[in-house]
């Protein structure tokens, strides 16, 4: 089993940032890769990032990143949309299980 736990969102004006982190804990040795989706209202969960894959609305404004001592992955997200609005969720693989957090909502005002 692992546990995801996801902290960061928040509420930022558009062109701003915010770093999301996605603390895991349990069989993490078992942790093929770790990444974030995110879910808009109304739409289909989508990839963000992964360790190999952006999303292409994502390339060059968003970072993920894995600190292997802490557990944690981030996301840094920079120049900020509207359109980036949504609920983040951190996602790992573990054999041919995949698991997810809880979510963090990100708001992104215009």
């Known amino acids: 089993q692992v546990q995801l736990v996801e902290s960061g969102g928040g509420l930022v004006q558009a062109g701003g940032s915010l770093r999301l982190s996605c603390a895991a804990s349990?069989?993490?040795?078992?942790?093929?890769?770790m990444g974030w989706y995110r879910q808009a209202p109304g739409k289909q969960r989508e990839l963000v990032a992964t360790?190999?894959n952006y999303a292409a609305s994502v390339k060059g404004r968003f970072t993920i990143s894995r600190d292997n001592l802490k557990n944690t992955v981030y996301l840094q997200m920079n120049s900020l949309k509207p359109e980036d609005t949504a609920v983040y969720y951190c996602?790992?693989?573990?054999?041919?299980?995949?698991?997810w957090g809880q979510g963090t909502q990100v708001t992104v005002s215009s």
């Open positions: 996602s790992a693989i573990s054999g041919y299980r995949r698991y």
């Open positions: 349990g069989s993490i040795l078992s942790i093929n890769d």
């Open positions: 360790s190999t």
